[in-house]
């Protein structure tokens, strides 16, 4: 039970430091450090989907820059076909990782929980 109440005051928490935000590149900056804090995660990453280009384009991200993933292509860009939330305990053990990055940042990727963002049409967005 305390495990769940710490959950739930950082959660509260983590609202209160987003609705302060007015800023759209402020508040989705501050969703990714509210995100690494609750989660307990090392990293975090927002991409939108550009329709044009059929690309995942990275927004904001901790430790990472200037990374485009064509849609289908890799895990976030699977999730962002399907929609289907993933979670992988071992990164580079599943094929469809792509650790491209991880050799250009010299950091491991070991675990990636990866959700798509929909708008209230339930489009997938990001």
Do not use: H, W
Not at 59 to 69: T, W
């Amino acid at each position: 039970m305390t495990n769940r109440l710490a959950l739930l005051e950082s959660l509260i928490e983590a609202c209160r430091t987003i609705a302060t935000k007015l800023d759209p590149l402020e508040a989705t900056s501050a969703i990714v450090a509210q995100t690494i804090k609750v989660l307990e995660a090392d990293r975090a990453t927002i991409f939108t989907l550009d329709k044009f280009t059929n690309e995942l384009i990275l927004v904001v991200a901790e430790g990472a820059r200037n990374i485009r993933v064509p849609v289908g292509k890799g895990i976030a860009g699977s999730v962002a076909s399907t929609g289907e939330i993933t979670n992988i305990k071992d990164a580079y053990n599943d094929s469809s990782f792509d650790p491209s990055n991880d050799r250009e940042t010299g950091y491991t990727t070991k675990t990636i929980l990866c959700c798509p963002i929909k708008d209230q049409n339930d489009d997938i967005v990001g």
